[in-house]
C-alpha cells in the first residue's frame, strides 16, 4: 500500500504542475498579445472584407482562401503591435493594477523574448497580407508604425493627444480588410475608418476616467489626469456627436441599418449628455465603456445581417 502511494503521488503532482504550466502559459499569451484587443479589431476586418465583398459584387466563398491570409495576417500584425506596446511600457505597466501582472512585469517572458516574437509576428503577419495584396499590406504596416512608434514610443507618455494619434491605428483594420479585396477602396471603406477613427475617442477617454489615479502614478498625461473630468466629458460628447453624421451615408446598405444606427449613435449621445447632470463622475464613465464596447458590436454586426444575402451568391 505504501508503494502504491510514493509511486503514484510523483505522477500526480507532475500532472497538476503540467496543467498549471500551461494554464499560465495560455494565460500570458493571452495578456502579452492583448486577445481583446486583437479579437475586436479583426471583427472590423471582417466588416471591411465583407462589405468589400458585397460592393464589389463578388463572392465569399470564391475568396475564402483571401479571407483566411486577411485575419490570419491582420492578427498576427496586431498582435506583434501589442507584444511591442508591452515590452516598450514594462517601466509603467507595473503602476497600473490592469497591467501589472503581465509576463513582461512579472518576468514570466523575458523581455528579449518579447521583443522576438513582436518583431517575428509582425513580419509574418505582414508577409501574409502580402499574398492578398500589397495594398492591405502597407494600410497594416502604417497601423503598427501609428501605434508602436508614434503612439507607444512618443506620444503616450508627453501628450494628451496621444489618444487620437493613437485612434489611427485603430481605425485601420476595416481599411485592410476591405483592401485585401478591393485595393482601389470605396467611399464606404473611408466611412468604416471614421467610425473607427471617432469611437476610439470617448471609449478611451471613459477609461482614462476610470483609471485615472493610475494613469496619475505612472505619468502619462491622458485628458482626465492632466486637464480633468470637466473638460474630458466635453470631449467625450463631442466626439459621440460626430458620430450622428455617420451612418446616413451608408444608407445604401439597407433603411434598417440607418434606423438601428441612429438609434445607437442618439442613445449614446443622450448618455453622454447626461455626465453634465450626474454626480457620479466614475460611474457614468463606466457607463460609457460599457456602452461603447455594445455599440461597436452591435453596429458591426448589423453591416453584415443587412448585406447577408449577396456575398454568398
Not at 127 to 133: A, W
Not at 273 to 290: C, E, V
Request: hydrophobic share 55%; with cysteine.
Amino acid at each position: 500500500m505504501d508503494k502504491v502511494e510514493t509511486t503514484s503521488s510523483p505522477i500526480i503532482d507532475k500532472s497538476v504542475d503540467t496543467r498549471k504550466k500551461i494554464m499560465t502559459f495560455f494565460a500570458d499569451f493571452k495578456s502579452l498579445t492583448k486577445m481583446g484587443i486583437v479579437n475586436s479589431n479583426l471583427i472590423t476586418t471582417f466588416a471591411g472584407f465583407w462589405l468589400a465583398i458585397y460592393f464589389t459584387n463578388a463572392s465569399f466563398m470564391a475568396n475564402w482562401e483571401i479571407f483566411l491570409l486577411t485575419i490570419a495576417g491582420s492578427a498576427l500584425v496586431i498582435a506583434g503591435g501589442c507584444m511591442m506596446n508591452n515590452w516598450y511600457d514594462v517601466d509603467i505597466d507595473p503602476v497600473m493594477s490592469r497591467t501589472k501582472e503581465r509576463p513582461t512585469v512579472t518576468g514570466s517572458i523575458s523581455l528579449n523574448r518579447v521583443l522576438a516574437a513582436g518583431v517575428s509576428s509582425t513580419a509574418l503577419g505582414l508577409i501574409l497580407l502580402m499574398f492578398t495584396t500589397m495594398e492591405a499590406a502597407l494600410i497594416a504596416f502604417s497601423g503598427w508604425f501609428v501605434y508602436v512608434v508614434l503612439y507607444t514610443m512618443w506620444s503616450k507618455r508627453k501628450y494628451t493627444l496621444n489618444t487620437a494619434i493613437g485612434s489611427f491605428s485603430g481605425a485601420v483594420p476595416p481599411l485592410i480588410g476591405w483592401a485585401a479585396v478591393d485595393p482601389g477602396l470605396h467611399t464606404m471603406a473611408f466611412i468604416l475608418f471614421l467610425i473607427m477613427f471617432i469611437w476610439q475617442t470617448p471609449h478611451f477617454l471613459a477609461l482614462a476616467m476610470k483609471k485615472n489615479r493610475e494613469y496619475n502614478a505612472a505619468g502619462v498625461p491622458m485628458l482626465p489626469a492632466v486637464y480633468g473630468f470637466e473638460i474630458t466629458k466635453r470631449q467625450i460628447v463631442v466626439y459621440i456627436a460626430c458620430l450622428l453624421p455617420l451612418p446616413f451615408f451608408m444608407v445604401s446598405l439597407n433603411t434598417v441599418f440607418l434606423v438601428v444606427a441612429t438609434l445607437l449613435n442618439a442613445g449614446w449621445l443622450a448618455l453622454g449628455i447626461s455626465g453634465f447632470f450626474t454626480k457620479n463622475d466614475l460611474k457614468w464613465a463606466n457607463m460609457i465603456f460599457i456602452y461603447s464596447l455594445n455599440y461597436l458590436t452591435i453596429l458591426f454586426l448589423m453591416m453584415v445581417i443587412v448585406t447577408l444575402e449577396l456575398p454568398f451568391s
